[in-house]
Every structure is written in structure tokens, then in C-alpha cells.
């Protein structure tokens, strides 16, 4: 083992390996610690899709240059051939289903905004929604199709990152941090590892660590079924999704479908906050599936196989934190990517490198560093 790495990274989910990999790609060392298995968190959870979201600029700008880094990635000049299978990737684009007239013009607000920002999307009438998914039920007012957008199988991405970083001498840790101390960290056995920075990107436990974090868990349901090739052929999101995704309380589902590569279907969604409880919640899972079958009728004669939870690092602002720590000097963070943190974590990575390096951000950080919270101004003991 490296013996005082630069950078001890706690946790590896996809934002704690795809920091990983960037980090040792500009030469730093990097010491990987994770209490379970690579990529069991809420990674494991998370749909996976690759989706621009544009509720205010600095989501935009997040998601827009990760999902293009996940191009990069999966079909770029440096792309080993198989990339997009290795990490199950399917450009199958987005469709944003507009219900009503109301919702059609969010559709026409949304298409103006990603078209500015260079996104190529187009808006669909009835006719042309139900011709691409014939699954939908009657009555629809047309939606918005991203053809960009994609879907990949988290846990697996998770793990080819760590083994990039693995390659160039990254070492993984099996062990639980227990607390940070000023010099590095020490671990549940009892062991301690020092390190130059310490990097916490684990999730929705951020606060076991740090409990002046301002990341509060919101728990989310998915359901996939048997295999049925060719049912859909987009992800499918209700344009109301988004009044009740970035809601500060209470529960809620949203219409959230996607086909995944092996011809599954995965119905998502649901949000509770503040329960830290993993197991499924019959209640509002069926209220998730009920709510679904309202968008696509033929959903209720499905197989359903399997069902599970995972909990979204959630920041009062809806954005991540990612940067130093204002008042705990070679703490850094990269967390609270709530429902985004697929799409989010290769821009994450490369814009937590810049600053720990010294460089130019690609994009520029101000939105998403962590002192914008005045709560962390003080210092903690
Ligand atoms: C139901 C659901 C659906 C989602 N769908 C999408 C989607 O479609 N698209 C999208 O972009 N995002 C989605 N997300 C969000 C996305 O999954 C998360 O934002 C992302 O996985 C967060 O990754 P992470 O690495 O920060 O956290 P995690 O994946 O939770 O990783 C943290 C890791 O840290 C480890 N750990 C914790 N504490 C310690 C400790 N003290 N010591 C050592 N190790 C520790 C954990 O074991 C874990 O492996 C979804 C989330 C959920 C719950």
C-alpha cells in the first residue's frame, strides 16, 4: 500500500471511483477506501440514465458537459473498442411526455433552453408520440425527445472506472472510515491511513463523517421486470416529474420508464425524504407502479421480478458539493448528486481534479462549491 497517498478517496460508488480514475490519470496517488462491495450503494440503486436537466444553469452546464464526457468516454478517439457494451451503454434517448397543454408548453420551454445550450431536441405532436411509443396511452398532448440522452448499468461503470485507476497503481481499501482526523483517516479496525487530502464520496453517509453537511437522504423505489424487447424504445419521463423531483418534502412519484439493453424495463420513481430504512415501502411502491400504468396501461400485465431502494444524497440547493471543505483544511468533498449523480460524476471528477491541481475548471465551479453554505463557515470540532 501506497503510505501516505495524495489523495485518500472514501468510497467507491461512481462519484468515489470516477474521481479516482481522473485523479490518477493526472499522476496524483490515490488509496480507494470502501466498506462494501464497488458500486453497492446508491449506484446500484440509480436507473442509470444519462440525462441534460436544465431546472437552472449550473444543472445545465453539470449535466450537459458530463453527459458529453460520457460520450467521450464510451465512443471517444481513446475509447477501447467494447467500451459502450462493457458499460452496457444505450443511446436510447429521453422523451419527455407532455400530458396536457400546460405541460406541452414546459415542453416548448425546455426545447428553447437545451436548443441555446447547443442540446438537439425536438418537440412532438400527439401523432408523432404515440408513433414512436405506441405504449402510451390515449389522450397525450405530444412531449420533447433528447436524442442524446442514454443509459448505462451504474454498478458495472462504477467498477470499470475503479480498475482504470486500479491500472495506473490505485490501491482499494476493504474497510469502513470512522472518523477523519486532521492528517488522514482511521478505519472501524482500527487502522489509520494518512493522506495528503481526503476526499469524502460516500453518498448519503457523508454525515456519519461530517455531520455539518447540509445532505439530507431521499429514498427512491425502482421495479424491473421480465424481458420484453421492443416495449418501449425511449426513457420515458413525465413533464410533471419535475415539479415533484425537486419538491423540499413529502413523498412522491413521477412516471419514469426505461428500457434497458437486455430488453428489461425499469419503472421508476419515487422520493421520500429523510428515511434512512432500505427496505421497500409496499405503500409507495405501489403508488410508483399504479401511478406508471396510468402513462403506459400495458405496464399492469407485466412481470415485475424485482424491487429495491436506495437513498439520493440530497443538497438544499438541488447541487452537488464539490470542492475543499471550507473549514477543515485537506478535507475535500464530491457529494449530494441526488438523483443526477450518474450523469454528474465524470464532469465531477474532472472539475474536483482542476481545483486540486491547480488548473482551469472546464466549466467554471462557483455553483457547486461547497462554501456557498454558510453552515460550513464555522469551524467544527
Ligand atoms: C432510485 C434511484 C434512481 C436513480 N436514478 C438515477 C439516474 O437515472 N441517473 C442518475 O444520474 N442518477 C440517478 N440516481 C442518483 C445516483 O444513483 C446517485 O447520485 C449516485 O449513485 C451517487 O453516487 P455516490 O458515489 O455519491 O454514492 P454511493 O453510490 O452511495 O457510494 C458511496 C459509497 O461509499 C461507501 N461508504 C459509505 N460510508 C463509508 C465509510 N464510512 N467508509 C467506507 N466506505 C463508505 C458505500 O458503501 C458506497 O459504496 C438515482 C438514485 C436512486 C436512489
Same mark, same amino acid.
Given at each position: 500500500m501506497t503510505a501516505r497517498p495524495d489523495v485518500l478517496v472514501i468510497g467507491a460508488g461512481i462519484i468515489g471511483t470516477a474521481c479516482a480514475d481522473e485523479l490518477s490519470a493526472c499522476g496524483l496517488t490515490v488509496t480507494v477506501v470502501e466498506r462494501d462491495a464497488v458500486g453497492s450503494g446508491a449506484t446500484a440503486a440509480g436507473m442509470g440514465h444519462l440525462v441534460v436537466m436544465d431546472d437552472n444553469p449550473a444543472e445545465l452546464a453539470l449535466t450537459s458537459y458530463s453527459t458529453a464526457l460520457w460520450n467521450q468516454l464510451v465512443d471517444g478517439d481513446g475509447a477501447a473498442g467494447g467500451e459502450r457494451e462493457r458499460h452496457e451503454y444505450s443511446r436510447c434517448g429521453t422523451l419527455w411526455v407532455a400530458a396536457d397543454d400546460e405541460e406541452m408548453a414546459a415542453a416548448r420551454t425546455k426545447q428553447a433552453t437545451?436548443?441555446?445550450?447547443? $442540446?438537439?431536441?425536438?418537440?412532438?405532436? &400527439? /401523432?408523432?408520440?404515440?408513433? =414512436?411509443?405506441p405504449q402510451l396511452r390515449p389522450g397525450l398532448a !405530444?412531449?420533447?425527445?433528447?436524442?442524446?440522452?442514454?443509459?448505462?448499468?451504474?454498478?458495472?461503470?462504477?467498477?470499470?472506472?475503479?480498475?482504470?485507476?486500479?491500472q495506473r497503481g490505485a490501491q482499494l481499501i476493504d474497510g469502513e472510515v470512522r472518523t477523519i482526523t486532521g492528517t488522514g483517516v482511521t478505519l472501524?479496525?482500527?487502522?489509520?491511513?494518512?493522506?495528503? $487530502?481526503?476526499?469524502?464520496?460516500?453518498? &448519503? /453517509?457523508?454525515?456519519?463523517? =461530517?455531520?455539518?453537511?447540509?445532505?439530507?437522504?431521499?429514498? !427512491?423505489?425502482?421495479?424491473?421486470?421480465?424481458?420484453?424487447?421492443?416495449?418501449?424504445?425511449?426513457?420515458?419521463?413525465?413533464?410533471?416529474y419535475i415539479k415533484s423531483a425537486h419538491a423540499a418534502s413529502g413523498d412522491s412519484v413521477a412516471f419514469n420508464l426505461q428500457p434497458r439493453p437486455t430488453g428489461q424495463l425499469l419503472i421508476?420513481?419515487?422520493?421520500?425524504?429523510?428515511?434512512?430504512d432500505k427496505a421497500v415501502d409496499l405503500d409507495i411502491m405501489t403508488r410508483m407502479l399504479a401511478h406508471a400504468a396510468r402513462f403506459v396501461p400495458a405496464l399492469s400485465g407485466l412481470n415485475a421480478i424485482?424491487?429495491?431502494?436506495?437513498?439520493?444524497?440530497?443538497?438544499?440547493?438541488?447541487?452537488?458539493?464539490?470542492g475543499p471543505h471550507p473549514t477543515r483544511p485537506g478535507v475535500w468533498l464530491a457529494t449530494g448528486h441526488e438523483g443526477l449523480g450518474i450523469t454528474t460524476s465524470l464532469a465531477t471528477a474532472k472539475l474536483l481534479t482542476a481545483q486540486i491541481m491547480n488548473q482551469a475548471p472546464p466549466i467554471p465551479v462557483t455553483p457547486y462549491l461547497p462554501s456557498r453554505f454558510a453552515q460550513l463557515a464555522s469551524p467544527h470540532v
Open positions: 437545451l436548443a441555446a445550450h447547443g $442540446i438537439a431536441c425536438e418537440l412532438l405532436d &400527439a /401523432a408523432t408520440l404515440y408513433r =414512436l411509443e !405530444g412531449g420533447l425527445r433528447v436524442a442524446g440522452d442514454a443509459v448505462v448499468y451504474p454498478p458495472k461503470s462504477a467498477k470499470l472506472l475503479l480498475e482504470r485507476a486500479r472501524a479496525d482500527g487502522g489509520r491511513i494518512d493522506a495528503a $487530502i481526503v476526499l469524502v464520496a460516500n453518498g &448519503a /453517509a457523508c454525515v456519519q463523517l =461530517l455531520p455539518e453537511l447540509p445532505i439530507r437522504p431521499k429514498k !427512491g423505489h425502482i421495479v424491473i421486470t421480465d424481458r420484453y424487447p421492443g416495449f418501449i424504445r425511449h426513457q420515458l419521463v413525465e413533464l410533471g421508476g420513481s419515487s422520493r421520500q425524504f429523510d428515511s434512512t424485482r424491487c429495491w431502494t436506495g437513498l439520493r444524497a440530497a443538497s438544499p440547493d438541488g447541487l452537488p458539493l464539490i
